[in-house]
């Protein structure tokens, strides 16, 4: 909704703040227009208030996880592996074959994070001024849940 820009910018800008040290700059989503964002319809939110935002843009052959950002207080309990299981269902919706992403080489908890996920390292450059890695995870089948029918 138009309305979330400023809380999804607070809840980007707390996730990402200890992370401007190691940097020396702040990161690409602290600075991101989310307002354009929203209205794009490429913006997902974790509860009200939110504890998670998720950035999904989609791409002729991937989706791009471009951004996904979890409240402090919310660390730990599972709201990120959400975010990235949803990012998985845009993609089969879609029907786009994978999912990419990247991070900044100083963000090393996420160079471990991506990888328990099923994320694979692909490559890494330098864009933009950023040491940027990127990963990416083939979009994996359906579940079967195994109904009742």
Same mark, same amino acid.
């Given at each position: 909704m138009p309305g979330d820009a400023e809380a999804v910018r607070a809840l980007v800008r707390a996730a990402y703040a200890h992370y401007v040290p190691r940097i020396g700059r702040e990161p690409a989503p602290m600075s991101a227009d989310y307002e354009a964002l929203i209205a794009e319809g490429r913006v997902w939110i974790a509860g009200r208030p939110p504890v998670g935002v998720l950035v999904l843009i989609p791409r002729e052959d991937h989706l #791009? #996880? =471009?951004?996904? &950002?979890v409240a402090h207080r919310a660390r730990g309990t599972g709201v990120g592996a959400a975010l990235l299981a949803? &990012? @998985?269902e845009r993609a089969r919706a879609l029907g786009l074959p994978r999912i990419r992403l990247y991070t900044n080489a100083a963000m090393h908890e996420n160079l471990a994070y991506y990888p328990r996920h099923g994320y694979t390292e692909t490559h890494r450059t330098s864009e933009s001024g950023f040491h %940027?890695?990127?990963f @990416?995870? $083939?979009? $994996? $089948? %359906?579940? =079967? %849940?195994?109904?009742?029918?």
């Open positions: #791009l #996880l =471009d951004n996904v &950002a949803f &990012a @998985e %940027r890695v990127y @990416e995870k $083939p979009t $994996p $089948p %359906r579940q =079967d %849940r195994g109904g009742v029918g």
